[in-house]
Protein backbone atom coordinates (compact mmCIF):
# COMPACT_ATOMS: atom_id res chain seq x y z
CA UNK A 1 0.00 0.00 0.00
CA UNK A 2 1.53 3.38 -1.10
CA UNK A 3 2.05 5.83 2.28
CA UNK A 4 0.10 8.23 0.64
CA UNK A 5 -3.08 7.72 -2.43
CA UNK A 6 -4.63 10.33 -4.77
CA UNK A 7 -7.22 9.37 -7.19
CA UNK A 8 -4.89 10.21 -10.30
CA UNK A 9 -7.77 11.77 -12.10
CA UNK A 10 -7.45 13.64 -14.23
CA UNK A 11 -10.44 15.68 -12.82
CA UNK A 12 -12.55 17.36 -16.33
CA UNK A 13 -14.91 20.99 -14.92
CA UNK A 14 -15.82 23.53 -16.53
CA UNK A 15 -14.61 27.15 -15.29
CA UNK A 16 -17.20 28.12 -12.11
CA UNK A 17 -17.74 24.54 -10.81
CA UNK A 18 -16.73 23.47 -7.37
CA UNK A 19 -14.51 20.31 -7.41
CA UNK A 20 -13.05 18.35 -4.43
CA UNK A 21 -9.62 16.45 -4.13
CA UNK A 22 -9.38 13.12 -1.31
CA UNK A 23 -6.18 11.77 -0.46
CA UNK A 24 -5.44 8.85 2.39
CA UNK A 25 -2.18 8.55 4.02
CA UNK A 26 -0.95 5.44 5.95
CA UNK A 27 1.18 6.23 8.57
CA UNK A 28 -0.86 7.23 11.25
CA UNK A 29 2.09 9.19 12.99
CA UNK A 30 2.50 11.58 10.16
CA UNK A 31 2.40 14.83 11.74
CA UNK A 32 1.89 17.47 9.11
CA UNK A 33 -0.30 18.01 5.81
CA UNK A 34 0.05 19.98 2.91
CA UNK A 35 -1.50 20.54 -0.51
CA UNK A 36 1.36 21.44 -3.31
CA UNK A 37 0.56 22.49 -6.80
CA UNK A 38 2.69 21.43 -9.61
CA UNK A 39 2.40 22.82 -13.22
CA UNK A 40 3.81 20.52 -16.31
CA UNK A 41 6.99 19.86 -15.89
CA UNK A 42 7.97 22.64 -12.80
CA UNK A 43 8.70 22.17 -9.45
CA UNK A 44 5.79 21.93 -6.93
CA UNK A 45 4.56 24.82 -5.44
CA UNK A 46 3.04 25.22 -1.62
CA UNK A 47 -0.43 25.54 -1.50
CA UNK A 48 -1.49 25.38 1.33
CA UNK A 49 -0.89 23.57 4.97
CA UNK A 50 -3.90 21.09 6.26
CA UNK A 51 -4.96 21.66 10.00
CA UNK A 52 -7.61 18.87 11.69
CA UNK A 53 -9.83 22.28 12.51
CA UNK A 54 -9.96 23.13 8.38
CA UNK A 55 -8.43 26.02 6.71
CA UNK A 56 -9.49 27.87 4.12
CA UNK A 57 -7.77 30.53 1.81
CA UNK A 58 -9.97 32.15 -0.79
CA UNK A 59 -11.68 29.64 -2.70
CA UNK A 60 -9.54 26.95 -1.42
CA UNK A 61 -10.29 24.78 1.67
CA UNK A 62 -8.71 22.16 3.49
CA UNK A 63 -9.99 19.38 5.97
CA UNK A 64 -7.66 16.90 7.73
CA UNK A 65 -9.32 14.00 9.63
CA UNK A 66 -7.10 12.07 12.02
CA UNK A 67 -8.79 9.28 12.87
CA UNK A 68 -9.66 8.10 9.19
CA UNK A 69 -5.76 9.52 8.18
CA UNK A 70 -8.03 11.20 5.01
CA UNK A 71 -7.39 14.79 3.77
CA UNK A 72 -9.36 16.58 1.51
CA UNK A 73 -8.97 19.86 -0.86
CA UNK A 74 -11.93 21.81 -2.05
CA UNK A 75 -11.69 24.31 -5.20
CA UNK A 76 -14.98 26.43 -5.60
CA UNK A 77 -15.12 28.83 -8.26
CA UNK A 78 -12.50 27.24 -10.99
CA UNK A 79 -10.54 29.12 -13.11
CA UNK A 80 -8.90 27.96 -15.74
CA UNK A 81 -5.46 28.70 -13.82
CA UNK A 82 -6.60 26.22 -11.90
CA UNK A 83 -5.60 23.65 -13.86
CA UNK A 84 -2.27 21.73 -12.82
CA UNK A 85 -1.54 18.57 -10.26
CA UNK A 86 -2.52 18.78 -7.18
CA UNK A 87 -0.39 16.78 -4.58
CA UNK A 88 -1.06 15.56 -1.21
CA UNK A 89 1.79 16.00 0.78
CA UNK A 90 2.37 14.21 4.42
CA UNK A 91 5.70 14.91 6.49
CA UNK A 92 5.91 11.63 8.71
CA UNK A 93 8.79 12.91 11.29
CA UNK A 94 12.22 14.55 10.74
CA UNK A 95 11.14 16.76 8.08
CA UNK A 96 10.63 13.69 5.64
CA UNK A 97 7.55 14.36 2.98
CA UNK A 98 5.88 11.87 1.16
CA UNK A 99 4.17 12.96 -1.78
CA UNK A 100 0.99 11.16 -3.50
CA UNK A 101 1.47 10.63 -7.34
CA UNK A 102 -1.29 14.20 -7.53
CA UNK A 103 -4.75 14.31 -8.70
CA UNK A 104 -4.63 16.33 -12.23
CA UNK A 105 -7.22 19.12 -12.97
CA UNK A 106 -8.37 20.30 -16.12
CA UNK A 107 -10.64 23.34 -15.84
CA UNK A 108 -12.77 24.16 -19.65
CA UNK A 109 -14.07 27.44 -20.61
CA UNK B 1 11.30 35.31 0.55
CA UNK B 2 12.91 32.20 0.25
CA UNK B 3 14.12 31.52 -3.12
CA UNK B 4 15.81 28.10 -4.56
CA UNK B 5 17.73 27.98 -7.73
CA UNK B 6 19.58 24.98 -9.65
CA UNK B 7 21.96 24.62 -12.13
CA UNK B 8 21.75 23.14 -14.54
CA UNK B 9 18.11 23.79 -15.67
CA UNK B 10 18.38 20.60 -18.10
CA UNK B 11 21.05 18.42 -19.49
CA UNK B 12 21.57 15.96 -21.82
CA UNK B 13 24.68 13.15 -21.08
CA UNK B 14 26.15 10.05 -22.92
CA UNK B 15 26.10 7.07 -20.71
CA UNK B 16 28.68 6.68 -18.24
CA UNK B 17 29.75 10.38 -17.95
CA UNK B 18 28.89 12.06 -14.63
CA UNK B 19 26.92 14.76 -14.18
CA UNK B 20 27.30 17.79 -11.31
CA UNK B 21 23.39 19.58 -10.23
CA UNK B 22 23.61 22.68 -7.97
CA UNK B 23 20.97 23.73 -5.52
CA UNK B 24 21.63 27.28 -4.35
CA UNK B 25 18.95 28.94 -0.89
CA UNK B 26 19.45 32.54 -2.41
CA UNK B 27 18.31 34.44 0.04
CA UNK B 28 18.42 32.43 3.25
CA UNK B 29 20.55 29.71 4.66
CA UNK B 30 19.47 25.91 5.29
CA UNK B 31 21.22 23.82 7.58
CA UNK B 32 19.15 21.12 6.19
CA UNK B 33 18.32 20.47 1.89
CA UNK B 34 16.98 17.58 0.59
CA UNK B 35 17.23 15.76 -2.75
CA UNK B 36 13.83 14.39 -5.10
CA UNK B 37 13.47 12.39 -7.95
CA UNK B 38 11.06 12.29 -10.48
CA UNK B 39 9.66 10.01 -12.84
CA UNK B 40 6.79 10.72 -15.22
CA UNK B 41 3.48 10.44 -13.95
CA UNK B 42 5.00 9.39 -10.70
CA UNK B 43 5.38 11.14 -7.60
CA UNK B 44 8.08 12.91 -6.20
CA UNK B 45 10.46 10.25 -3.71
CA UNK B 46 12.65 11.47 -1.69
CA UNK B 47 16.44 10.25 -2.58
CA UNK B 48 18.25 11.85 0.67
CA UNK B 49 18.64 14.53 3.41
CA UNK B 50 21.71 16.74 3.01
CA UNK B 51 23.59 18.28 6.23
CA UNK B 52 25.91 21.18 5.88
CA UNK B 53 29.42 19.59 7.20
CA UNK B 54 27.66 16.34 7.50
CA UNK B 55 27.32 13.17 5.33
CA UNK B 56 24.04 13.01 3.78
CA UNK B 57 21.47 10.71 4.41
CA UNK B 58 19.92 8.59 1.82
CA UNK B 59 16.05 6.79 1.76
CA UNK B 60 16.61 2.98 1.19
CA UNK B 61 17.48 1.95 -2.28
CA UNK B 62 19.31 5.20 -3.09
CA UNK B 63 22.94 4.33 -3.68
CA UNK B 64 24.94 6.48 -1.84
CA UNK B 65 28.04 6.06 -4.44
CA UNK B 66 26.31 6.71 -7.59
CA UNK B 67 24.32 9.89 -5.90
CA UNK B 68 27.25 11.90 -4.38
CA UNK B 69 25.76 14.47 -2.24
CA UNK B 70 28.39 17.57 -0.82
CA UNK B 71 26.66 19.97 1.33
CA UNK B 72 29.88 22.24 1.90
CA UNK B 73 28.27 25.37 2.70
CA UNK B 74 24.87 26.68 4.07
CA UNK B 75 23.95 27.77 0.64
CA UNK B 76 24.97 25.16 -1.44
CA UNK B 77 24.56 21.45 -1.94
CA UNK B 78 25.44 19.23 -4.97
CA UNK B 79 24.36 15.89 -6.47
CA UNK B 80 26.48 14.42 -8.65
CA UNK B 81 25.18 11.06 -10.51
CA UNK B 82 28.09 9.81 -11.53
CA UNK B 83 28.41 6.72 -13.78
CA UNK B 84 24.98 8.19 -15.74
CA UNK B 85 22.91 5.22 -17.25
CA UNK B 86 19.43 6.00 -19.15
CA UNK B 87 17.54 4.61 -16.27
CA UNK B 88 19.13 7.68 -14.19
CA UNK B 89 16.87 9.95 -16.99
CA UNK B 90 14.49 11.84 -14.77
CA UNK B 91 13.52 15.47 -13.01
CA UNK B 92 15.71 16.20 -10.26
CA UNK B 93 14.31 18.82 -7.29
CA UNK B 94 16.03 20.12 -4.53
CA UNK B 95 14.53 21.66 -1.87
CA UNK B 96 15.69 23.53 0.98
CA UNK B 97 14.27 24.87 4.65
CA UNK B 98 14.97 28.27 5.96
CA UNK B 99 17.43 27.80 9.31
CA UNK B 100 14.64 29.11 12.07
CA UNK B 101 12.11 29.32 10.34
CA UNK B 102 9.82 26.50 10.81
CA UNK B 103 9.67 23.53 8.66
CA UNK B 104 8.63 24.73 5.68
CA UNK B 105 10.40 23.05 2.44
CA UNK B 106 11.15 25.84 -0.60
CA UNK B 107 11.64 23.74 -3.76
CA UNK B 108 14.06 24.02 -6.58
CA UNK B 109 12.56 24.85 -9.90
CA UNK B 110 14.17 21.38 -11.11
CA UNK B 111 17.14 20.01 -13.72
CA UNK B 112 16.05 17.82 -16.25
CA UNK B 113 18.57 15.25 -16.77
CA UNK B 114 18.37 12.78 -20.01
CA UNK B 115 21.22 10.18 -19.94
CA UNK B 116 21.39 9.06 -23.87
Known amino acids: RKEVEQDPGPFNVPEGATVAFNCTYSNSASQSFFWYRQDCRKEPKLLMS???SGNEDGRFTAQLNRASQYISLLIRDSKLSDSATYLCVVNTGFQKLVFGTGTRLLVSP | GAVVSQHPSRVICKSGTSVKIECRSL??????MFWYRQFPKQSLMLMAT?????????EQGVEKDKFLINHASLTLSTLTVTSAHPEDSSFYIC????????????FGPGTRLLVL
Open chain 1, 50 to 52: VYS
Open chain 2, 50 to 58: SNEGSKATY
Open chain 2, 95 to 106: SAIPQGRGETQY
Open chain 2, 27 to 32: DFQATT
